[in-house]
């Protein structure tokens, strides 16, 4: 696969090149502050940077009628409806997070958080501390699947790559459901993922989860 990569620099772009070339794909135009190199036409760009490199990632999206894999957190929702209409044009599949065990906890909360109505919920997610957005997209996520207003605190500390835990409780009971990422590799796995889904995608803007369970 031919790909370009925005964020380059970043964490998450050293880890989705070093998995990337792993498999034999090839790194055609990376981009990052001040930095841009185009050594072919990519057939998927893979972004994870800042929100404000989104405006960007679209316009050489279409430049190269490439597909979009986006895992940049913090966007709003102006960016959401640039990358819907990006979505008109080519594939783009966009996640706060690309690890399997949150799809598979986005998921747990869809079917059974009712069963927990009339319990107290709260959310807790843990990250290291050169993570610029709080609370993390990931957590909005969690919250979303709980489908009720649901406070979340954030801790910023040390290494850690990512952990979220949805607590449930009652004046007897204490319920809760904990996910850590041991590792980036997990995101940069899941992206590689999500872009090979976008080369058999039909246009349209996609989830993980529609990667996850083929949704095409
Ligand atoms: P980082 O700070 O290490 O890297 C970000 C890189 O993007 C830097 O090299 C920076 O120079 C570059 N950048 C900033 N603005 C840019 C612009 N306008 N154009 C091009 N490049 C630009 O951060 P990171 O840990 O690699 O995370 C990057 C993003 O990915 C964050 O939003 C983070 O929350 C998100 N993230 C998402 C997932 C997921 O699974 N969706 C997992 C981990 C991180």
Redesign the pocket.
Known sequence: MKYGL??????????IRELFSSHGDDLVLE???D?FVERGIPEVIV???????VP??VELCKRYSAHLV?????LTQEHFELLRELGQHVAVVQ?????EG?AIFQKLLRNFSRLFTDWDCWIVET??N????AP???ALMLKREVGREVPISSLRIGGI??EHVVYFANANEVFEIKHS?LS?K??AS??RKAALFCLKAKKGFYN?LDVLEGGI
Not at 47 to 53: I, K, M
Not at 70 to 74: D, L, P, S, V, Y
């Open positions: 925005v964020g380059a620099k970043g964490k998450m772009g050293k880890e981009v990052d502050v930095h972004d994870f940077s800042s929100p404000n490199a960007t990632t986006i895992g940049t957190t913090a996640s706060f997070n690309f690890s949150i990250h290291h050169q993570k610029k957005d993390s997209g990931t790559f990512g990422a980036r997990v995101f899941g992206a993980f």
